[in-house]
């Protein structure tokens, strides 16, 4: 059955169904919706709620309760996030799984509340200090993002990765019809957990530190194995190119939307345009830029930023393709006229 | 023969010497021709047949490094 | 027949203590390790280390243990005993992790009242990282960043701690202890035994500081560092009970 919801308190109810017992948040305009929802339903579901002193201790709260085996999330928006990258790093150093949901919005610095993709880099780039990644699922709509909610925290889990859900301020605030599916949670393996448990086995513990170079590495590389597995299994992504179509636009989340909006104009003006939609940012669905059909001439990267996919963009290209780019910064969002102004300059040779 | 016998762990006394003063009796010393493998001079009970197995130098160890033991 | 007057305790691992010679933390540890085993908690504890010289405490602690970032031991702790209420939590933190970086950590962990054990480790100086100042170092005491003394006018008095702490209304156990002689290791034995004893009966949150000697942080000998902790430090730092309102949950 569907319910009309808010994208954040959808998040909230499909975390609570996916198992997620553990809420630590902090307050943070636009994400607000999900420490309230958690507030109330999190107790009902028989798990831990807190909102924390700040989002330092509340990825700290997550990096302890995931140590024990608990599902564990948090949530903030931008600046908040750039706080949580100390415990993020900590989880990956301590190979612990988790979900952290940004409900992004413009910077940097304070910046403002409307949304952005600005935190593109942050969130495929490790963000914190090491050699990590961490996964990152970008919903465009109300019903993925519970969808991906779902299956973050079985990647965390199978992968003992803290996970990202990336969507921004209009995604976490428009209502839509929305299920919260029945999602299966995978059978990971336990064994490593911290939770006082010493006299019926052999004592866990659980530590990102290795002063030793050659445990350390040991460390990293086993991980970047791990990585390796993410990018063979785990890519997402949408993709609408058919032979015909001139330019394809590289769009995700938010973006994506509107840009789907400016295809239909086009078409109906004879302009034919496919659609590469990045589902998870990291890792990137690079093989999707490549065996494009012949009629394909241009690419559009269209983000809510100044450029930031489109360095992925360029990778997974290799130079097959002329890229251009169209961005709105800031908190300004970009109506699809814009898009399909882009695209007609584009297609004279003017773009 | 010694009532109680205290044991020095010579591999893990680091030689702090917290120990010397804590004894009541000031039965404990600085063992000099003894170097363990850290570089460290253990110490050592100097005359085991006073001491009353009294502990304080064991409470005090940082490494719990002093085994004390009775014979009953 | 042998009786065993004192023996390392079964609450600590067989791994060699990292600390210097002459170093509070063994003993500190050693007093952990015992109330732990005396009062029957230990295989069910969880150790939660900080950053510093103690951060590979989970390593000495014969329990389950985890290694947090610094300053955040509370928060980690938090995250533990509130998704695992049977366990017995504590955190094990020196004053440039507890006075310094993670002061937001602590007191809020204390202002939520969140029934776990504190262990505060105050040696005046950041001992890990070569002996700089610390909120806890006195004043006109010489240290790698304040290589003339802690001057008041520049860096004002030490951080009180257990003072401030016991003026958060839900904390529950707020101790100052000091490992300087016998007599007093036995008297904070027997303020963290209650620290322990209180979170097994859900009394709140309990915190025992240990004034505790870095000879080498310090330039001087153990016997020396004792004589100091028991002098000054002692004197700025009045030992005793500052607060407890232990009553169940």
């Known amino acids: 059955m569907k319910t009309l919801m808010k994208g954040n308190e959808a998040i909230c109810a499909a975390a609570i169904q996916a198992g997620c017992r553990a809420f630590f948040g902090y307050p943070i305009t636009p994400q607000n919706e999900i420490p309230e929802y958690m507030s109330y339903h999190m107790e009902r579901a028989g798990g831990t709620f807190i909102q924390a002193e700040s989002e330092v201790s509340a990825i700290n709260m997550v990096f302890g309760a995931a140590a024990t085996g608990v599902r564990a999330m948090t949530s903030s928006s931008s600046p908040g996030m750039a706080l949580k990258q100390e415990g993020i790093s900590y989880m990956v150093g301590a190979d612990l799984p988790g979900l952290i949901v940004n409900i992004s919005r413009s910077g940097p610095g304070l910046g403002g509340i409307l949304p952005s993709q600005s935190d593109y880099f942050q969130a495929t780039r490790g963000g914190g200090n090491g050699d990590y990644f961490t996964p990152v699922y970008a919903p465009s709509g109300v019903q993925e993002a519970t969808d991906l909610t779902q299956i973050a925290f079985n990647t965390a889990e199978k992968y003992r990765t803290p996970v990202i859900l990336l969507a921004d301020g209009i995604l976490g605030q428009m209502m839509e019809p929305v299920e919260i599916k029945e999602h299966p949670r995978i059978e990971a393996d336990k064994s490593w957990v911290v939770d006082g448990r010493a006299d019926e086995r052999s004592r866990n513990t659980i530590s990102s530190l290795d002063l030793s170079g050659e445990g350390l590495e040991r460390l990293n590389l086993k991980r970047m194995e791990r990585y390796q597995e993410i990018i063979k299994n785990e890519i997402m992504v949408e993709r609408q190119v058919e032979e015909g179509d001139e330019v394809v636009i590289a769009a995700y989340g938010l973006a994506a939307r509107i840009a789907v909006n400016a295809m239909e104009e086009l078409k109906a003006e004879g302009i034919n345009v496919g659609l590469i939609r990045p589902i998870t940012l990291w890792p990137f669905p690079e093989l999707a830029f490549q065996n494009l059909p012949k009629s394909v001439k241009h690419i559009l990267v269209a983000e809510l930023s100044m450029g930031q996919m489109i360095e992925d963009v360029r990778r997974s290209v290799a130079g097959s393709h002329p890229i251009h780019f169209y961005g709105r910064c800031g908190g300004m969002v970009f109506e699809p006229s814009e898009i399909t102004e882009k695209v007609r300059q584009i297609v004279k040779g003017e773009g | ?72 | 027949m042998t009786k065993v007057l004192y023996e390392k305790s079964r609450g600590l691992t067989d791994t060699p203590l990292t600390y210097c010679p002459g170093c509070s933390h063994g003993i500190i540890h050693k007093l952990v390790a015992e109330s732990l085993v005396e009062l029957g908690l230990l295989e069910n504890t969880i150790t939660v280390a900080s950053v510093g010289c103690s951060v590979l405490a989970y390593d000495f602690f014969n329990c389950d243990g985890i290694q947090a970032a610094h300053g955040r031991a509370p928060a980690v702790a938090v995250g533990i005993k509130r998704t695992n209420p049977d366990k017995i939590v504590f955190t094990y933190q020196g004053d440039g992790d507890l006075a310094s970086i993670g002061t937001a950590e602590i007191i809020h962990a204390a202002h939520r009242g969140d029934n776990i054990t504190v262990i505060f480790v105050n040696n005046a100086i950041y001992g890990m990282t070569g002996g700089q100042m610390a909120p806890t170092t006195l004043v006109g005491q010489k240290t790698s960043t304040s290589p003339l003394g802690r001057m008041e006018n520049l860096q004002g008095r030490p951080l009180l701690v257990s003072e401030m702490l016991s003026t958060i209304p839900s904390a529950t156990y707020i101790e100052r202890t000091s490992v300087h002689d016998v007599p007093h290791i036995r008297k904070a034995k027997k303020a963290i035994k209650k620290a322990f004893q209180n979170q097994a009966e859900n009394k709140g949150f309990s915190l025992v500081e240990v004034l505790a000697a870095c000879p080498i942080g310090w330039g001087q000998t153990p016997v020396d560092a004792a004589k100091f902790v028991a002098d000054e430090m002692a004197s700025y730092y009045p030992l005793g009970l500052y607060k407890d309102e232990g009553v169940a949950k």
């Open chain 2, 1 to 72: 023969m010694a009532k109680n016998r205290l044991t020095v762990d010579t591999v893990v006394c680091k030689g702090c010497i917290l120990c010397v003063p804590a004894c009541p009796l000031g039965i404990l010393a600085v063992d000099k021709e003894t170097v363990n493998a850290k570089g460290y001079n253990p110490v050592k009970c100097t005359d085991m047949d006073a001491c009353t197995g009294c502990a304080m130098c064991a409470m005090i160890c940082p490494d719990s490094a002093i085994r004390l033991e009775r014979e009953v």
